[in-house]
C-alpha cells in the first residue's frame, strides 16, 4: 500500500514539471502577444479599368460592379479613372456602375481585361443591351450580367459592333446634322476635360451632346433620347441566346 502511495506521488511530481515545462516553451504566464496569423491571400478573377466622365471627370465616384459570377467595389480617381477587381471565383459578363451624387451612369464589360468606360453614352449602350436582349429597360445589373442573351451580345464581336452602331445611329439623329461619336466609345481613350486642357476628341463629343440636349448638364441621358434608345432596341431583338442585334 505504501508503495503504491509513493509511486503515485512521484508520477504526480513528473507530471507537474512536465506542465510547467510545456507552459514556459508556449510563454504562458506572460504578457506575451499571441502570434499573429497572416491574412488569406485574395486572387482575382477579374480586372477592368475605364474612366467615368460626362465631359469633366467624374471624380471620387462610388464603382460597383455586378458580374455572372462575383462583384467589387472601387473609387474613382480625381480624373474619373478606375481598377475595379472581382475575386475567384468569378465570370463576365459585367455590369459596371458609376455613382456620385444623384448620377448614375452604367457600362459593360465581357470579363477579365476588358476596358470599359463610363459615359451618357455607354449608359445607352447598357439600355440597349437591356432591352434588345429581353431582360428587360428595369432589369438590375445582376440580372443583366446573368442574362444569356446579354453574354452572346457582348461576347461576339460582331453583334457587339452592330449594337454599337445602333447606338450611335440614335444619338446622331438626335443630337442633328455635325454630330460623329466615335465608334470606340466604350474602349477608347477617354481624357476628361479639366482647367487646364479641354479633353479629347471623345470627351468632347460628351460636352457636344449636352449643347444638342442628348444628355442633360447634369450628366444624364435626356429621356426622350432613352426612348428612342428603346424603340430602336426593341426592332432588333436578340433572343435564345443566338439571335443577332443591328438593323
Known amino acids: 500500500m505504501n508503495k503504491s502511495f509513493k509511486f503515485s506521488a512521484a508520477f ?16 504562458g504566464g506572460d504578457d506575451s502577444p499571441a502570434p499573429v496569423k497572416p491574412p488569406p491571400v485574395v486572387t482575382y478573377a477579374m480586372t477592368m479599368t475605364g474612366t467615368a466622365a460626362t465631359g469633366a471627370a467624374i471624380d471620387n465616384g462610388n464603382v460597383t460592379v455586378a458580374c455572372k459570377v462575383g462583384s467589387g467595389t472601387a473609387t474613382t480617381d480625381s480624373k474619373g479613372s478606375y481598377t475595379i477587381k472581382v475575386p475567384v471565383p468569378g465570370e463576365g459578363p459585367c455590369v459596371i456602375a458609376v455613382t456620385k451624387g444623384n448620377l448614375t451612369l452604367r457600362s459593360i464589360a465581357a470579363g477579365d481585361g476588358a476596358k ?19 431582360a428587360g429597360a428595369t432589369a438590375t445589373p445582376t440580372q443583366l450580367a446573368q442574362s444569356a442573351n446579354v453574354k452572346t451580345i457582348v461576347t461576339n464581336p460582331t453583334m457587339m459592333s452592330a449594337t454599337v452602331t445602333e447606338v450611335i445611329k440614335v444619338v446622331q439623329t438626335a443630337a442633328g446634322p455635325g454630330v460623329t461619336v466615335p465608334a470606340d466609345f466604350l474602349t477608347g481613350t477617354l481624357i476628361p476635360k479639366d482647367a487646364t486642357n479641354p479633353g479629347n476628341a471623345l470627351d468632347q463629343v460628351l460636352e457636344i451632346l449636352k449643347t444638342k440636349n442628348v444628355v442633360t448638364p ?17 426592332n432588333n431583338p436578340v433572343t435564345g441566346g443566338t439571335g443577332g442585334s443591328g438593323g
Open 218 to 234: 447634369g450628366g444624364q441621358v435626356a429621356a426622350e433620347v432613352i426612348q428612342r434608345v428603346i424603340d430602336n432596341a426593341k
Open 12 to 27: 504526480k511530481l513528473v507530471l507537474m514539471a512536465g506542465m510547467a515545462t510545456t507552459l514556459a516553451a508556449c510563454g
Open 116 to 134: 470599359a468606360n463610363v459615359t451618357p453614352l455607354s449608359e445607352m449602350l447598357v439600355q440597349y443591351i437591356a432591352v434588345s436582349s429581353g
